[in-house]
């Protein structure tokens, strides 16, 4: 009895689901392109601008050379002690 029941549910679930699907299968029909829709191209209502040729002449002055402070070289670093009196032993 249950088998029966769960068949017919079924089956006409499908018959519906197909007599639905043969009705949605109509020919879309694509409307008339009016400026300014997606895709379309946009009409240019002024005239593009371009750049001058000529760079300007009253520019700013060069900026004046940085000069760096170098690290001392022959003096050591405060608080810094060197240890050299012990021989290094290889492995540790």
Do not use: R
Not at 16 to 30: F, N, S
Not at 55 to 62: D, E, F, M
């Amino acid at each position: 009895m249950k088998c029966s029941i769960l068949t017919v549910i079924v089956l006409s679930a499908l018959a519906l689901g197909a007599a639905q699907a043969q009705e949605l299968q109509t020919v879309p029909v694509a409307p008339a392109p009016t400026p300014g829709a997606p895709g379309t191209p946009t009409p240019t209502l002024y005239p593009q601008v371009t750049p001058p040729a000529v760079p300007k002449t009253n520019g700013s002055p060069p900026l004046v050379p940085i000069v760096l402070p170098t690290p001392p070289k022959d003096q050591t670093v405060p608080g810094l002690q060197q240890n050299d009196s012990k021989p290094k032993t290889p492995g540790g």
